[in-house]
């Protein structure tokens, strides 16, 4: 169905499953350079054979199964996907200026599915900074996996601040403590050490 649509339309559906199941129109179009109008009469090529949906909230959409969005994200190779994932990034990082709120979340993981060394700060920040928000917002076990990755990500920055090390290392004891895994103790005291 995606072929039958053309070349732009599969280019245009692939990136919007690179941003996820869901989607917005206006970083849509910014992570592709392409007009409104042409993303629209694509949008309204796919939901005629039954692709995507138009959500009631003005500018949202999402594909009409899950298995659409990952046909389309798998068939991308792996240069590909990570250099889209940084475009969504940046497109990300244009809509929310300074301040991304709720939009941490998918920019750490834009950010770490396009890690390449250039890239490797902006994943940590971000992913601290979505382990913050979900520990402000009480959800322990999502930031335990945002510090997690930024910790695995740490390692390899070139000259990593040992400071940065140590708070993250602090964030993911914290979270575990809330989640009730025990391992909390050692993470504290290794960040303490």
């Known amino acids: 169905r995606v072929v039958r649509l053309g070349e732009a339309a599969g280019r245009i559906l692939s990136m919007a499953a690179v941003i996820g199941r869901d989607f917005d129109l206006d970083l849509l179009a910014r992570a592709t350079k392409a007009s409104e109008d042409e993303l629209l009469d694509i949008l309204d090529a796919a939901s005629a054979v039954a692709l995507v949906r138009e959500l009631a909230d003005t500018g949202r959409y999402n594909f009409a199964h899950a298995l659409i969005q990952n046909t389309l994200y798998q068939d991308l190779g792996p240069n ?78 070139t000259d990593p601040d040992p400071v940065l090390g140590i708070d993250l290392a602090i964030g993911l004891g914290t979270a575990q403590r809330q989640t009730g895994d025990s391992a909390f103790r050692d993470t504290l005291l290794g960040a303490a050490r």
């Not at 990570?82 to 941490?104: I, S």
């Not at 998918?106 to 940590?124: F, G, N, T």
């Open 80 to 157: 590909r996907r990570a250099r889209a994932h940084r475009q969504v990034a940046q497109a990300l990082e244009e809509l929310c200026g300074d301040r991304p709120g709720a939009r941490v979340g998918e920019l750490a993981r834009h950010w770490i599915s396009a890690s390449q060394p250039i890239d490797l700060a902006k994943a940590i920040n971000y992913s601290r900074q979505a382990g913050d928000a979900a520990l402000a917002a009480l959800a322990p076990a999502d930031a335990v996996s945002y510090y997690a990755q930024a910790l695995d990500l740490y390692p390899q920055a």
